[in-house]
């Protein structure tokens, strides 16, 4: 009796540390636009019931490299832009001041963000106390009339000393080897549930280095300290290209068994990951037709989809298919909103399992896969379909590690409240009218039915929920809503779903 209650206590200790464990429940978007004199920031919150959004004033823009991190119980600790380190007052750490320093730094920062999209990483000392930052130099860019390049000379980490609030190491090189990519940095947490690997990668500029030199650089943090561990020959050469440096993306799937990487010039390529060894096997490789550069990835929550943003198109790929041909489908083409335009960049699941994306333009909407575990367009994927306080800067998405990679779910998702009560079938369109509208909205019905109608803002906060029976239209009065965009959902008796997005000004 005295074993198996130490076995419960255990297991509810473990359980106990699991649902704590909310390091990335606080993302930063920060941009600005001429009529306004300071920075904007936009803050995403996982915490509490629901997913929220709110302004903060923060003291620079946040580009591509775009990182925080938050404690076991999701108060933000830090963030960075690659530029500073900041703390949770929203001003520079400490000895936080000229990470990266250096000409590009110097050049760079003032107009307010470090060059690259995926270059940086914070993660937890497993010796407690800490968090190591894990970023690159840029130090060379190039232009010419139809292409730029970025050249990564030296990769370095910071370390931020928690208790003190204040950056106690910086830029110290961990690295020989020079040329790097200028994307791609991913980490995954060991089997031993504590040390972490990170992933990197060299840079095939076609000029100064054979394809013999694209290879796969594998870093290792453990309760001692961080360091080189090994490397390993990547399958295919083509994706470490400067033109896929610039642009793509990789990522893991929440399991950690996966390990995917994306450029629109050289498509996709699948590996086996073992977290044990930090090696990677069995290379799989799909052809995804693009013309754009900024591309993205991401794993659906239950591991079965892979998502993929090139410009103006999103793919999913289905990995229990046959192959990976037939697992490809097209979700959605862009289509030109309000405002810049707003491509398919970054994505980056979130606590509360939705895919959120970022746009090739300034904006303040990201576009938002709802469902990714589901199939095909029942995925629920909006356009600008999340809006934020205030702008963010091009393609900036912050890159987060599966924190909850060994615990029974690696995200949340109550915290988006459900709008029905009873499983949903395929999503099919809505005739509604008109729209955009400040007043007086009509809904049409497919036909004579019975269910629910349900209206949620952009944060899916629920508005307006009805029941209504043998209806074939109605109206509903949209006067007094703020303006902005909504979302108009209708759910039969026997789960059939029908949805529209209505602009109200």
């Not at 429940?25 to 019931?49: L, Q």
Request: glycine share 6%; hydrophobic share 35%; charged share 20%.
């Amino acid at each position: 009796m005295r074993s198996l209650c130490i076995i419960v206590l255990v297991v509810s200790f473990k359980s106990l540390l699991s649902a704590q464990l909310k390091h990335d429940y606080i993302w930063i978007f920060a941009g600005n636009v001429d009529t306004m004199a300071n920075v904007e920031g936009s803050i995403i919150d996982f915490n509490g019931d629901k997913t929220t959004t709110y302004y903060q004033d923060v003291p620079d823009k946040i580009h591509g490299e775009n990182i925080s991190f938050s404690s076991e119980n999701g108060t933000l600790i830090a963030y960075a832009n690659a530029c500073d380190v900041f703390n949770n007052d929203f001003v520079i750490m400490e000895n936080g001041a000229d990470i990266n320093s250096g000409p590009m730094h110097d050049e760079q920062c003032p107009l307010g963000g470090y060059l690259g999209l995926q270059n940086t990483l914070m993660l937890p000392d497993p010796a407690g106390g800490g968090i190591y930052y894990y970023h690159r130099r840029i130090e060379e860019l190039e232009f010419n009339v139809f292409d730029w390049t970025l050249q990564a000379k030296h990769t370095l980490y910071s370390y931020i000393d928690i208790a003190e609030n204040r950056v106690t190491v910086k830029n110290v090189p961990i690295h020989e080897r020079t040329n790097h990519t200028s994307s791609f940095v991913e980490a995954i947490r060991h089997a031993n549930g504590e040390d972490w690997w990170i992933l990197d990668f060299s840079q095939w500029n076609n000029f100064e280095e054979t394809v013999d030199d694209t290879l796969m650089y594998v870093f290792k943090i453990d309760k001692d300290s961080i360091y080189f561990h090994h490397e390993q020959k990547v399958g295919n050469s083509q994706v470490l290209k400067t033109r896929c440096s610039v642009s793509g993306q990789s990522a893991f799937s929440t399991d950690g068994k996966t390990f995917a990487m994306f450029c629109h010039e050289s498509g996709l390529d699948l590996y086996d990951f073992d977290r044990e060894t930090g090696l990677i096997s069995n290379y799989r490789h799909l052809v995804i037709p693009s013309t754009y550069r900024t591309s993205g990835i991401c794993f659906s929550p239950n591991n079965r989809f892979l998502y993929i943003s090139n410009g103006d198109k999103l793919w999913q790929v289905d990995l229990e298919a046959v192959s990976l041909e037939d697992g490809l489908l097209l979700i959605d083409e862009y289509e030109p909103g309000p405002g810049l335009t707003a491509n398919f960049a970054k994505m980056q699941l979130g606590p509360d399992c939705r895919i959120y994306m970022s746009s090739t333009n300034q904006t303040r909407t990201l576009h938002i896969i709802n469902n990714p575990d589901e199939y095909g367009e029942a995925c629920n994927f909006l356009q600008r379909g999340f809006e934020l306080p205030y702008v963010c800067q091009p393609g900036s998405m912050p890159n987060f590690p599966h924190f909850r990679i060994d615990e029974d779910e690696v995200c949340n998702p109550d915290l988006v409240a459900s709008v029905f009560e009873f499983p949903v079938k395929v999503v099919k369109g809505l005739d509604v009218y008109p729209n955009p509208t400040s007043g007086e909205l009509t809904i049409e019905l497919p036909e004579v039915m019975s269910g629910q109608l349900v209206i949620t803002d952009i944060t899916s906060q629920r508005l307006l929920s009805q029941f209504f029976s043998n209806a074939e239209n109605f109206q509903v009065d949209l006067t007094g809503y703020h303006p902005g965009m909504y979302t108009v959902e209708v759910v039969g008796e026997d789960g059939e779903r029908f949805m529209e997005r209505v602009v109200v000004y």
